[in-house]
C-alpha cells in the first residue's frame, strides 16, 4: 500500500471519528462495487478489513454534483442462448429500439450459433460468461483461466464482439479476489451490477416491473436472464417508465466510455 493511500485513510479515519461514525463504520456491510477494471486494486475494493471499508468510505464521498449523475441504463443478461426465449426477448428488444449487452455461456453459444449472430446483428452486445458456467470461486486458477478464456475463443469464433475479450460476468455472481485477479491479468474488466432484478427467482411480471422501478439508479447496470419469460413480459412496461424518466438506454460498453468508474460503482438512486 503506497504511503499517498495511506495519509488518505488515515485522513478517512479522522473524519469518521469526528462523525461519531465509527461504530458504523466497522459494522456496515461491504456493498460490492459494480465494475472492476484491470486497474482496480480489488483488496481495497472488496475486502472487509477496517483499513479497506475506510478506504471505500472515503471514495464514496461526494466528488461532484450527485445530481448531475447522468441517467443512463444498461440492461444485461446472462446466460443461453436459448433457443425459445432468446428469440423472444430480441424480438421485445428490438421493438422497443432497446439495446442490451447478453453476457453468453460459451458451450451454449456453440450450440446455436445462429442466435448469437442475431443478438450481435440486432445492434446488442456479447460478452463473457465462461465456457461452461461453473462457480468460479470453488475452481482452482487454472481452471478459472480456462473458462474464460475458452468463453472468449468460443464467443469470438461467432461473434467478433470487441467486448467479448474486455468484458466478463462470472457465473451467479460468484467470485473471489483471486477469481478477479485472474480476469484483471487477462485484460477483463469485470461488470457486476447496480441492481440484481431478482429474476432468477420465479417472480411475477408485477412483481419485477415494481422491484426494477424501486431500485433504479442513475447511472445503472441491470443484471437479468436470458431464459425468463416474465423478464420479457416485464420489458415493455419498464423500458417506457424509465424512457419518460429521461433514461437513455445503452449497451455496457458504450456505458463505460461515457460514465465514471466511482460514479458506476457509487451510483444515485432516482425515482422512476
Known amino acids: 500500500m503506497s504511503a499517498q493511500i495511506k495519509i488518505l485513510i488515515a485522513v478517512a479515519a479522522v473524519i469518521a471519528l469526528i462523525a461519531g461514525g465509527w461504530r458504523a463504520l466497522v459494522h456496515r456491510s461491504a456493498v460490492p462495487p459494480a465494475l472492476v477494471t484491470p486497474n482496480t486494486n480489488v483488496h481495497l475494493e472488496f475486502s ?28 444485461t443478461f446472462d446466460d443461453g ?23 453468453l455461456i460459451g458451450a451454449d453459444a456453440q450450440q446455436w450459433p445462429e442466435l448469437t449472430r442475431r443478438i450481435e446483428a440486432e445492434g446488442n452486445e456479447i460478452a463473457d460468461h465462461t465456457y461452461t458456467h461453473p462457480n468460479l470461486d470453488q475452481e482452482s486458477a487454472d481452471q478459472v483461466r480456462r473458462e474464460i478464456l475458452e468463453g472468449r475463443d468460443a464467443l469470438w469464433a461467432l461473434s467478433h464482439d470487441p467486448a467479448v475479450r474486455t468484458l466478463m460476468r462470472p457465473p451467479h455472481g460468484r467470485y473471489t479476489e483471486r477469481t478477479l485477479r485472474i480476469a484483471q491479468a487477462l485484460g477483463y474488466s469485470v461488470v457486476l451490477w ?31 436472464h436470458s431464459g425468463k419469460l416474465a423478464t420479457i413480459e416485464a420489458l415493455p412496461y419498464v423500458v417506457e417508465r424509465f424512457k419518460r424518466a429521461g433514461y437513455t438506454f445503452v ?18 438512486r432516482r425515482a422512476v
Open 194 to 224: 447496480t441492481d440484481d432484478s431478482g429474476d432468477w427467482r420465479t417472480v411475477t411480471v408485477p412483481r419485477l416491473q415494481r422491484h426494477l422501478l424501486a431500485y433504479a439508479t442513475a447511472p445503472e447496470i441491470v443484471l437479468m
Open 48 to 75: 472487509s478489513g477496517v483499513a479497506a471499508r475506510l478506504y471505500r468510505m472515503m471514495h464514496e464521498l461526494p466528488t461532484q454534483d450527485r445530481s448531475a449523475r447522468p441517467r443512463l441504463i444498461a440492461l
Open 251 to 268: 449497451t455496457v460498453g458504450q456505458l463505460l466510455k461515457l460514465v465514471q468508474i466511482n460514479e458506476l460503482n457509487h451510483p444515485l
Open 81 to 103: 442462448p436459448y433457443p425459445v426465449y432468446t428469440p423472444m426477448l430480441l424480438d421485445v428488444l428490438r421493438d422497443l429500439n432497446v439495446p442490451a449487452t447478453f453476457f
